[in-house]
């Protein structure tokens, strides 16, 4: 698929969240990815990153018809990704995922504007009824961000996920087009 980078509506003056590219992928970039404290939540923490691995990665969702992958601007610092997808056009659903990779941006409500346009972008622009996200049940900011979006919890995996050599839970959330 071809597409022209699409930008979204912020609800913050100083956000500004826009498909990436490889053009995007700095050196910084990639650092966030191989930063265990950013990416302790994540399934990234058991890769290791270069310019290449990054690049071939934001190319794989750009050309993918099933998900979207934008960057996180602040101030048109790139300090976080959101991606829409895969997206299950039968079923009428794709999951949510994101990282600020920026530390000095956390806990500033920044994933939580993100959460709002991208969700607000899947269910009006692609005609999603559901979008869905996970995460460790000890990560209570990303947890308290998909809430503030009026995602709800709707299950509990328990022991699913290994964090530190220890089990932990993997709580789903979900939002539908219909609680907008």
């Given at each position: 698929?071809?597409?022209?980078?699409?930008?979204?509506?912020?609800?913050?003056?100083?956000?500004?969240?826009?498909?990436?590219?490889?053009?995007?992928?700095?050196?910084?970039?990639?650092?966030?990815?191989?930063?265990?404290?950013?990416?302790?939540?994540?399934?990234?923490?058991?890769?290791?990153?270069?310019?290449e691995t990054v690049s071939k990665f934001v190319d794989e969702i750009w050309e993918a018809e099933d998900?979207?992958?934008?960057?996180?601007?602040?101030?048109?610092?790139?300090?976080?990704?959101?991606?829409?997808?895969?997206?299950?056009?039968?079923?009428?659903?794709?999951?949510?995922?994101?990282?600020?990779?920026?530390?000095?941006?956390?806990?500033?409500?920044?994933?939580?504007?993100a959460i709002a346009a991208v969700t607000a972008f899947g269910f009006s622009k692609?005609?999603?009824?559901?979008?869905?996200?996970?995460?460790?049940?000890?990560?209570?900011?990303?947890?308290?961000?998909?809430?503030?979006?009026?995602?709800?919890?709707?299950?509990?995996?328990?022991?699913?996920?290994?964090?530190?050599?220890?089990?932990?839970?993997?709580?789903?959330?979900?939002?539908?087009?219909?609680?907008?």
């Amino acid at each position: 698929m071809v597409r022209s980078a699409e930008k979204l509506p912020s609800p913050r003056q100083d956000m500004m969240l826009k498909e990436l590219h490889s053009d995007h992928v700095t050196e910084n970039y990639v650092a966030w990815m191989n930063n265990p404290e950013i990416v302790r939540y994540t399934e990234q923490k058991f890769m290791f990153h270069t310019m290449e691995t990054v690049s071939k990665f934001v190319d794989e969702i750009w050309e993918a018809e099933d998900s979207f992958l934008f960057g996180i601007f602040m101030d048109y610092q790139h300090i976080g990704n959101i991606k829409l997808g895969p997206v299950n056009r039968h079923h009428q659903h794709a999951a949510l995922s994101y990282i600020i990779g920026d530390k000095n941006y956390w806990g500033k409500g920044v994933a939580s504007s993100a959460i709002a346009a991208v969700t607000a972008f899947g269910f009006s622009k692609i005609g999603l009824r559901k979008i869905w996200a996970s995460c460790f049940d000890e990560n209570k900011a990303s947890i308290k961000a998909l809430e503030r979006n009026g995602f709800t919890i709707e299950g509990r995996l328990r022991h699913h996920l290994m964090i530190n050599g220890r089990c932990a839970d993997q709580i789903v959330l979900g939002k539908f087009s219909d609680q907008l």
